[in-house]
């Protein structure tokens, strides 16, 4: 993946906590009396220390006191069955990370869970691996994340864990930052046992249920469609996959995905490319369905996504030497208009002129 590549690099910066600064206790006199006679420099900071504890909590409203309150989720209560304080002090600090059992004010709302990141050796990872999602702000404090965005990228937290561990003398930090991300994944394999072996077992039969669609539903992953005018597969990424329950008919995905086209901003004068969007609907459905039998499904799923690369890679190509000027060229196949808000269809078998320019002019 794109971000194991800067791991070595970004592990050498110290590490800080993303609710509470590390503070080291000098002052400027004892920063002066703590320089060593020899060269004048500064002893080495403590590390950070690694906290691997988790901490469950259930936050419910008490109609009693008339406010909201956490309290500590029993322990027979797991997220398959079933943000942080608001007070100056911080009796999460720690802790790795805090699972929240948000229980809402209505008795037909189930129960949803958060997790709420406190170690500042997880932050890092989840920087690292889950890196830019819309909806998620690495700078928010407290940092709350979707155990079920986690799981989406559970195997990629596995192999950055594997990739740091394989270097040959870790530093202190590296060492905490593997011990963390190992207490992460521990806490999914053991709460998250039933789901994940479910998982497992439809994508490896190339099948998947609307209950863990999340699990393929990875965002930056390629996914593929068809064009509504050709019928062709395209490539798109994913950019984000919401899940809604809207007050009238079934649960849906949202799936908001980009690809690439031509900068028209200055019509006559094409200056290069930009990213435009495209949304997907994808509704509840009932029992097991084949992944390929979807509206938009990752590219790894089709049963020769690897021509297919190939295809998209040399279309591609053949796309960006046509995109701009003119052109003339015999084409074959399918074309279309629009006229009157409708998208008329018909078969090509003739010369036509690649004209971006005068399309966009008239």
Same mark, same amino acid.
């Given at each position: 993946?794109?971000?194991?590549?800067?791991?070595?690099?970004?592990?050498?910066?110290?590490?800080?906590?993303?609710?509470? %600064?590390?503070?080291?206790?000098?002052?400027?006199?004892?920063?002066?009396?703590?320089?060593?006679?020899?060269?004048?420099?500064? %002893?080495?900071? %403590?590390?950070?220390?690694?906290? !691997?504890?988790?901490? +469950?909590?259930?936050?419910?409203?008490?109609?009693?006191? +008339?406010?909201?309150?956490?309290?500590?989720?029993?322990?027979?209560?797991?997220?398959?069955?079933?943000?942080? %304080?608001?007070?100056?002090?911080?009796?999460?600090?720690?802790?790795?990370?805090?699972?929240?059992?948000?229980?809402?004010? *209505?008795?037909?709302?189930?129960?949803?869970?958060?997790?709420?990141?406190?170690?500042?050796?997880?932050?890092?990872?989840?920087?690292?691996?889950? *890196?830019?999602?819309?909806?998620?702000?690495?700078?928010?404090?407290? /940092?709350? /994340?979707?155990?079920? !965005?986690?799981?989406?990228?559970?195997?990629?937290?596995?192999?950055?864990?594997?990739?740091?561990?394989?270097?040959?003398?870790?530093?202190?930090?590296?060492?905490?930052?593997?011990?963390?991300?190992?207490?992460?994944?521990?806490?999914?394999?053991?709460?998250?046992?039933?789901?994940?072996?479910? #998982?497992?077992?439809?994508?490896?039969?190339?099948?998947?249920?609307?209950?863990?669609?999340?699990?393929?539903?990875?965002?930056?992953?390629?996914?593929?469609?068809?064009? *509504?005018?050709?019928?062709?597969?395209?490539?798109?990424?994913?950019?984000?996959?919401? !899940?809604?329950?809207?007050?009238?008919?079934?649960?849906?995905?949202?799936?908001?995905?980009?690809? #690439?086209?031509?900068?028209?901003?200055?019509?006559?004068?094409?200056?290069?490319?930009?990213?435009?969007?495209?949304?997907?609907?994808?509704?509840?459905?009932?029992?097991?369905? +084949?992944?390929?039998?979807?509206?938009?499904?990752?590219?790894?799923?089709?049963?020769?996504?690897?021509? !297919?690369?190939?295809?998209?890679?040399?279309?591609?190509?053949?796309?960006?030497?046509?995109?701009?000027?003119?052109?003339?060229?015999?084409?074959?196949?399918?074309?279309?208009?629009?006229?009157? *808000?409708?998208?008329? +269809?018909?078969?090509?078998?003739?010369?036509?002129?690649?004209?971006?320019?005068?399309?966009?002019?008239?």
């Amino acid at each position: 993946m794109p971000f194991y590549s800067s791991v070595r690099s970004k592990l050498s910066k110290p590490l800080r906590s993303a609710t509470h %600064p590390v503070v080291h206790g000098y002052n400027n006199e004892k920063v002066e009396d703590a320089r060593t006679e020899s060269d004048g420099t500064l %002893p080495p900071q %403590p590390i950070e220390p690694a906290y !691997l504890k988790i901490k +469950k909590v259930d936050h419910y409203y008490s109609r009693w006191q +008339k406010k909201w309150k956490y309290a500590n989720t029993g322990s027979n209560v797991i997220p398959e069955m079933r943000v942080a %304080p608001s007070d100056s002090k911080d009796e999460w600090q720690q802790f790795c990370f805090v699972v929240v059992r948000e229980i809402p004010d *209505g008795a037909d709302i189930p129960p949803y869970f958060r997790i709420v990141v406190k170690s500042p050796y997880l932050l890092r990872a989840c920087k690292e691996v889950v *890196g830019e999602v819309v909806g998620v702000s690495w700078t928010v404090v407290p /940092l709350q /994340l979707d155990p079920k !965005l986690l799981m989406t990228f559970l195997p990629q937290f596995i192999s950055y864990r594997d990739n740091i561990s394989a270097k040959k003398d870790l530093s202190e930090e590296e060492k905490n930052l593997v011990d963390t991300v190992d207490t992460l994944i521990n806490y999914f394999q053991k709460d998250y046992q039933s789901t994940l072996a479910s #998982i497992k077992n439809l994508t490896s039969h190339d099948e998947i249920t609307f209950e863990v669609l999340y699990a393929i539903l990875v965002p930056r992953s390629i996914m593929i469609t068809r064009n *509504g005018l050709t019928n062709d597969f395209q490539a798109l990424q994913l950019t984000s996959a919401n !899940l809604f329950y809207p007050d009238v008919g079934l649960p849906y995905y949202n799936i908001l995905l980009e690809g #690439i086209d031509v900068d028209d901003s200055e019509a006559l004068h094409i200056n290069g490319y930009r990213r435009i969007q495209s949304r997907i609907i994808i509704p509840a459905f009932q029992g097991t369905l +084949k992944i390929t039998s979807l509206e938009a499904y990752p590219l790894e799923y089709h049963p020769d996504h690897e021509n !297919l690369r190939d295809a998209f890679l040399e279309r591609g190509k053949k796309w960006v030497q046509y995109a701009a000027g003119i052109h003339h060229l015999f084409y074959e196949g399918t074309g279309g208009a629009r006229a009157n *808000g409708k998208l008329l +269809k018909y078969n090509l078998n003739s010369r036509v002129m690649v004209d971006r320019s005068f399309d966009l002019a008239h």
